[in-house]
Every structure is written in structure tokens, then in C-alpha cells.
């Protein structure tokens, strides 16, 4: 098994050699062996070990344990003593996923503070297998049969294709002590009940179940390789970019088939899960839109428009005469200038004298009125958004610059009439939205 280690190493983790590397050690027989592997080739590692104060003097002994196994092998040994319970009473959960989240922050942080390139877990292909079957029992695409990603960021999983009794049949031959844990062998775990009762049932119906199944994953892994590739081209040709959206037309969308599989593929990684919704979404009223916990869908008239769930409060903000700078809720330079220049979108020219200090930037609200540049008599701003054909998306981001409760500017598509450059005009304010 080292030989066919140190092979993976050079082949798929190269970047390890030159790391700084965290093994996750539990104590149990895979972490060990994995701490084992990785000093016999000559890896930077030290090892990190979370006692969740679960089993009493058992937890303490695993502790112990790991601390002696990083004394034997002359690096250093991180261990820290989690209040799970207590965690567990605050968040609510379960055992397992508290201990998960504990377990990774701790993790994380370890490789922040102490400069660590990598963290490496002792996951195999029976782990892998076992993952497999939890997703298939709950339903799942096809990212839920890939299983556990040999790599996810700075987490890498080198023993990946070993099964387990390779991984055992290496520590009894070389000699190496490993811990039990004994809740392990509970069933009152879905993990554990795959483990011990089904997973022997599918090996003894056929021998190589475990080396087909690692055949399957590869052929699956081709496959979702194939289709992420052909999602990209199809994004890249339907999500127009606008700003922080995206604007996709109705009419391409239906044409696809089969319409749920498409839709799961463009949409799933910005969070939605509620898939009749958004098909739904489809042939909805304009207006209509679904939520996931970062991003929004919106029907709008022939287009759905994606865009990020936004944080920040629709305030009120002043800018106070003499300001050169505005910086927050967008940026603006106010400045007297001695000439009329060109105006644009992002750049008007007010009679200074007509303002009235300080000036407000506030978001549109329906009855608001304005008398549009260049035009006689004043437009309902509704009015003028739908003439100018803005969508739902970015009229609600529109901010509008006012005196007192006279719209001065709908910053960057109109200025207001009443405040223009005329010949009495003493004092220019040129102000420029800097985008």
C-alpha cells in the first residue's frame, strides 16, 4: 500500500509535496494508517485532534492516544476539547452535524493561524460508498452519487480509492496500534446500519461490488464532466449579464428537454430546491418570484431576471452643502465648476442656487413625479420607467437624489428640468456618479 500511496501522491496531489500539510487524526485505524503513509514518503505533516467529550474516559484515551502517536513520529500534535452537548442544546441538530460543524471551524482555523497549506482526512472508499447509498435512500442528483470529492478546496482525501480492509490489512502487517470507537458499532446510526448490516449484504451478492462501484463512480465522475461542460456553453448564451444579474428569455428555456433536468442544471447552484416553483415561474404573471437563501428568481414580462438576495436597508441619506464626496449608499463627486459641459447618464449640470441643502438620496416610491430633462410638464416615475422599459430588478435598486421632496436626478438615466443651467445662472454643481 505505500508504493501504490506514494503513486497517488505524484499523480493527483503533486502540490502536497511541497505543503504544509493537518492530518485529521481520530485515532481510528484509517487516520493513523493515512499519518503513517504520509511520514514514511517524507510529508510536512502535524496532526489535529477534536475530543467531543462524548464517551467520557474513552474520548480522553483517544486524545491521549493521538498525542502519543505525533511524540512517536516526532512532529506536532493539535488536540482540542469540544462542549458538544452544549453546542448541540444551543443550535439544535444532531450529534453528528454539530460535531461536523465544530470539527471543521476548528479545522479552518488551525490552517489560518498556524499556515497551514492543506488539511488531509482519512476517508475511504468504503466511507465513499457509504455516502453513496445515504444520498441514493434520500434522492439526489447526480452530484449526491459522486459521493465524497477526493478534493474540496484545501481538504484533500488521498486514501480515497483504498477500500478499508486494504487500509487494516496495512496497519496489522506494519505492526500499528489504532483506537475502537465504540459508538461505531451503533445501529441507532443511518451511517452505522449501511455500514454493518447492508453494505456485508451487497459484498457477499457479489465479490468486486466495491471495485464496480469505484468503476461506476469514475463513469458518472465522465459524465457529470460532459454536462457541466455543455451548462457552461448554454449559460454563457442565455444569462445576459447586467450588473450584479442575469437575464434569461422565457422562450429559450421552454424549448428544452427534457425542461426539469435544464433547469435543475442552470439553477441549482444558486440555491433553489423548490423545482415545481421555478418551472412554475415560467408561465407565471410578471412579478411573480421565487427565493432561495442567496438568490432571487423574478418573472418579468418575457425574461426571468437572477439576481443576489440583497443586505443592505433602503435608507435615507443626506449630503450636506460643501461635500465633495459621497461615498455611501452609491458614490457621487459634487463639484463647482466654472462651465457648462457635456452631460451624460452618470453626469449632470444643476443650478446650484435652486437646490435647497442638504440634498437627500433616497429609493423610488410609487406617486413619485418628476419633470423628465428636455420635456414640458412633470411624468409619473412609473410611468417613465415603463417607457424607458426598466425591469422590476432595477427599478428597485433606482436611487433618486431630491431637494427637500423635489426629484433632482434619477441617478443615471434622467435629470429634473427644474434645476438646469440657465441664464441666471450663478454657481454650476456638476456631480458625477462614479460607477
Keep these: 500500500m505505500l508504493t501504490e500511496f506514494q503513486e497517488k501522491i505524484e499523480a493527483d496531489f503533486t502540490f502536497l509535496v511541497r505543503g504544509k500539510l493537518l492530518v485529521a487524526c481520530s485515532g481510528g485505524v484509517d487516520s493513523v494508517v493515512l499519518a503513517h503513509l504520509c511520514h514514511r514518503i517524507g510529508l510536512d505533516i502535524s496532526l489535529a485532534h477534536c475530543n467531543f467529550n462524548l464517551r467520557g474516559a474513552e474520548s ?10 505525533g511524540k512517536n513520529l516526532g512532529i506536532d500534535t493539535f488536540s482540542k476539547v469540544f462542549d458538544t452537548l452544549g453546542y448541540l442544546n444551543q ?70 480509492r483504498f477500500p478499508r480492509k486494504v487500509i487494516e490489512d496495512y496497519a496489522k502487517g506494519e505492526g500499528l496500534e489504532w483506537r475502537e470507537d465504540s459508538s461505531n458499532r451503533d445501529n441507532k446510526y443511518l451511517r452505522n446500519k449501511i455500514r454493518l448490516e447492508l453494505v456485508p449484504v451487497l459484498k457477499e451478492l457479489h465479490p468486486n461490488f466495491l471495485d464496480n462501484f469505484l468503476t461506476t463512480q469514475t463513469y458518472l465522475e465522465q459524465t457529470r464532466v460532459l454536462a457541466d461542460h455543455h451548462l457552461k456553453e448554454l449559460k454563457n448564451r442565455l444569462f445576459q449579464p447586467k450588473g450584479d444579474t442575469f437575464i434569461i428569455t422565457i422562450g429559450e428555456l421552454h424549448k428544452m428537454v427534457p425542461l426539469e433536468a435544464y433547469l435543475y442544471g442552470l439553477f441549482h447552484e444558486y440555491g433553489f430546491t423548490e423545482w415545481d416553483n421555478v418551472k412554475g415561474l415560467l408561465d407565471a404573471m410578471s412579478g411573480k418570484e421565487v427565493l432561495s437563501k442567496t438568490h432571487r428568481l423574478l418573472k418579468d414580462r418575457t425574461h426571468l431576471i437572477l439576481s443576489p438576495l440583497q443586505s443592505e436597508e433602503d435608507g435615507v441619506y443626506f449630503i450636506h452643502d460643501g461635500e465633495s464626496f459621497v461615498q455611501d449608499p452609491i458614490h457621487l463627486r459634487m463639484e463647482i465648476v466654472p462651465s ?17 441643502f442638504p440634498l437627500v438620496l433616497r429609493k423610488w416610491q410609487n406617486g413619485d413625479y418628476f419633470y423628465p430633462f428636455g420635456m414640458k410638464g412633470k411624468k409619473k416615475l412609473s410611468k417613465f420607467f415603463k417607457d424607458d422599459k426598466v425591469d422590476v430588478i432595477s427599478k428597485e435598486k433606482q436611487w433618486l437624489l431630491c431637494s427637500d421632496d423635489e426629484i433632482v436626478w434619477v441617478v443615471g438615466r434622467r435629470a429634473d428640468e427644474r434645476f438646469k ?13 462614479i460607477l
Design 421 to 433: 443651467i440657465d441664464a441666471a445662472t450663478r454657481e454650476i454643481l456638476k456631480i458625477t456618479w
Design 91 to 160: 443550535h439544535g441538530g444532531s450529534i453528528q452535524m454539530a460535531a461536523r460543524t465544530l470539527r471543521y471551524q476548528w479545522f479552518h482555523g488551525l490552517l489560518e493561524k498556524k499556515g497551514f497549506d492543506y488539511l488531509l482526512t482519512a476517508h475511504h472508499a468504503d466511507d465513499n460508498l457509504e455516502t453513496f447509498l445515504i444520498n441514493l435512500s434520500r434522492g439526489t442528483g447526480i452530484e449526491g452519487l459522486m459521493g465524497i470529492p477526493a478534493q474540496n478546496g484545501r481538504i484533500i482525501r488521498p486514501l480515497l
Design 60 to 69: 480522553d484515551g483517544d486524545e491521549n492516544f493521538v498525542k502519543e502517536l
Design 340 to 356: 457648462l459641459g457635456q452631460a451624460t447618464s452618470n453626469t449632470i449640470y444643476l443650478d446650484k442656487e435652486k437646490l435647497n
